[in-house]
């Protein structure tokens, strides 16, 4: 069951007067997958189309909106690089270095498996008309996304494990250091 129009408009209102139009756009671009005009994304953050243009560039220099252009008018979509370092910043607030690690050798043993099963070293690479396997084919398709994912997971994973035990950063001080130690003797 639709919600009906009057519900929908009050929703809308209060999503309007408890957001200024930078929040409002903000949290279009996020749902905004496709390049899209600004004077488009303006309509859904309801704001003026130069107020969107102004925040959108603002979000594409931060990294959260990426920008193009096409003929007379700019086009912006979501970064997702940008919602991925969101993620990895949550999982590492939410998990402990022993936590990510366990869930990390979890994935790996899901992946190893499913390499077993496709005799792949990938999902790019896995074929559902050469497994070795007896599941019908919707599951082995299904197999193969979920692949996809395990690898996603383990990447994010892995970098919120460096986050953590590099103090918030994902090249470990000592590195940065020594690498810059280096340099400066190079150029002496």
């Known amino acids: 069951m639709e919600p009906s129009d009057d519900v929908v408009t009050q ?7 408890e957001n200024d139009a930078f929040g ?14 600004h004077s488009d994304i303006a309509e859904v953050a309801r704001c ?17 909106a990426e920008c193009r252009s096409s003929h007379w008018s700019l086009m912006f979509r979501r970064d997702d690089a940008y919602l991925e370092w969101r993620e990895v910043n949550q ?11 366990e869930r ?9 498996e499913l390499k077993e099963e496709f005799g792949a070293e990938g999902p790019d690479t896995a074929s559902i008309y050469s497994s070795n396997s007896d599941r019908p ?30 103090d918030g950063r994902l090249i470990s001080p000592f590195v940065e250091t020594h ?7 190079e150029s002496k």
């Open 104 to 112: 990390v050798r979890e994935l790996e043993e899901k992946e190893t």
């Open 48 to 64: 003026a189309p130069n107020t969107a243009k102004k925040h959108l560039k603002r979000l594409n220099q931060m990294g959260i």
């Open 179 to 185: 690498t810059n130690d280096q340099t400066s003797s």
């Open 24 to 37: 409002r756009v903000y949290e279009a671009i996020l749902g905004i997958s496709e390049f899209t005009r």
């Open 137 to 166: 084919t919707h599951e082995l398709m299904q197999a193969i996304g979920t692949w996809n994912g395990i690898q996603r997971d383990i990447r994010l994973y892995e970098a919120a494990r460096q986050l953590q035990q590099n």
């Open 91 to 101: 999982i590492a607030d939410d998990h402990s270095v022993q936590e990510i690690a």
């Open 11 to 17: 929703i809308r209102d209060s999503w309007e007067t």
